[in-house]
């Protein structure tokens, strides 16, 4: 089966400018997650869909940061304005359904703010 | 705070030995924890799940245990190969809503040496 995609892979912006990231989960995928992860830390959660509604974003900078998905499929993940310590990968992970199941993780977008 | 805490930044042993990997979680409980491989530029794989009430699991080379006395997991990787060099994440997390959501330790960098 197909993976989840993420683009870019890379992107270079200058501090206070904006950035968008997508995602396409695995098909059939209920669930998807945007996690970001500093150099040398584990994954943090920024934002949780069930279908197209959020169950988590309290850990979402939303002064920032915005995520979208729309008809439950794709997600975009937005930041306006970046800041130098939005430097990091975000990671976009899908599951089938909730409860103890694996997350099948992109492979990212790194990002560094200059 | 809820914390999965994964102490060894790093661990670099010969190949052939069993690499033994720690994550202690504190202020929680989990009703379950994943263990996930994660390579240079690459989302995390996952590898393992253990619930609270399973003692033990295995799968090929590797084997988890799960101690809810000590609060422990310990995640081993018998006969190493280089091949095995990654890091290692752990997470935990609970059933139902935002507590499903994964919580990841730092993860411990292991590398395999011929």
């Known amino acids: 089966e197909a993976g989840v995609a993420q683009s870019p892979r890379y992107k270079i912006i200058e501090k206070r400018q904006s950035v968008a990231f997508w995602c396409n989960p695995i098909?059939?995928?209920?669930?998807l997650y945007w996690y970001q992860q500093i150099l040398g830390q584990g994954p943090k959660l920024l934002i949780q869909?069930?279908?197209?509604?959020?169950?988590?974003d309290s850990q979402l900078p939303k002064d920032r940061f915005s995520a979208e998905r729309l008809k439950g499929v794709d997600s975009t993940l937005k930041i306006q304005p970046a800041k130098l310590e939005d430097s990091a990968v975000y990671l976009c992970?899908?599951?089938?359904?909730?409860?103890?199941?694996?997350?099948?993780f992109g492979s990212g977008t790194q990002l560094s703010v200059l | 705070s809820q914390k999965i805490e994964q102490n060894s930044e790093a661990l670099n042993i010969q190949e052939g030995k069993t690499a033994t990997l720690t994550c202690n979680y504190t202020?929680?409980?989990?009703?379950?924890l994943q263990w996930y491989r994660q390579d240079p530029g690459r989302g995390p794989v996952f590898l393992l799940l253990?619930?609270?009430?399973?003692k033990e699991k295995r799968k090929e080379r590797l084997k988890v245990t799960f101690d809810t006395t000590l609060k422990q997991s310990l995640f081993h990787i018998t006969a190493s190969q280089p091949a095995d060099s990654a890091t290692y994440l752990c997470?935990?997390?609970?059933?139902?809503?935002?507590?499903?959501?994964?919580?990841f330790g730092k993860g411990t960098k292991l590398s395999v040496k011929p």
């Open positions: 997470a935990g997390a609970r059933y139902g809503g935002s507590q499903g959501n994964l919580i």
């Open positions: 098909s059939g995928h209920a669930t």
């Open positions: 992970a899908s599951r089938r359904i909730e409860g103890a199941e694996k997350l099948f």
């Open positions: 869909f069930q279908n197209n509604g959020v169950v988590d």
């Open positions: 202020n929680y409980s989990p009703a379950y």
């Open positions: 253990i619930r609270e009430n399973e």
